[in-house]
Nanobody, 122 residues
């Protein structure tokens, strides 16, 4: 059974940094694309970033380009999201997800974690 467990969320001031982690278990994820999505209060869940199985190809949403970096450690079956220069509008629940294809679309992702809360104060 596939399990994804996010951690690293919390409360941070604007301009600060956080690193999220997503520990995956249940299969070998090195051949799968992994991604981060987020849901802000009162909004739809949206794409943040994805990285392919090799770690060589990634894509970020325009709203986080230059501030967030997605990475993975396949030996540890762990996905990361380094978030710098955080803004209040980054406040959301952040979810990791797994797909067999490179995609920015939620429907491409079959497995999801339960999410971790990130709150950025102004």
């Amino acid at each position: 059974q596939v399990q994804l467990v996010e951690s690293g969320g919390g409360l941070v001031q604007a301009g600060g940094s956080l690193r999220l982690s997503c520990a995956a278990s249940g299969r070998t994820f090195s051949s799968y694309t992994m991604a981060w999505f987020r849901r802000a209060p009162g909004k739809e869940r949206e794409f943040v970033a994805y990285i392919d199985g090799s770690g060589r190809t990634s894509e970020n949403a325009d709203s986080v380009k230059g501030r967030f970096t997605i990475s993975r450690d396949n030996a540890k079956n762990t996905l990361y999201l380094q978030m710098n220069s955080l803004k209040p509008e980054d406040t959301a629940v952040y979810y990791c997800a797994v797909s067999s294809v490179r995609s920015t679309k939620q429907y491409s992702y079959a497995y999801w974690g339960q999410g971790t809360q990130v709150t950025v104060s102004s």
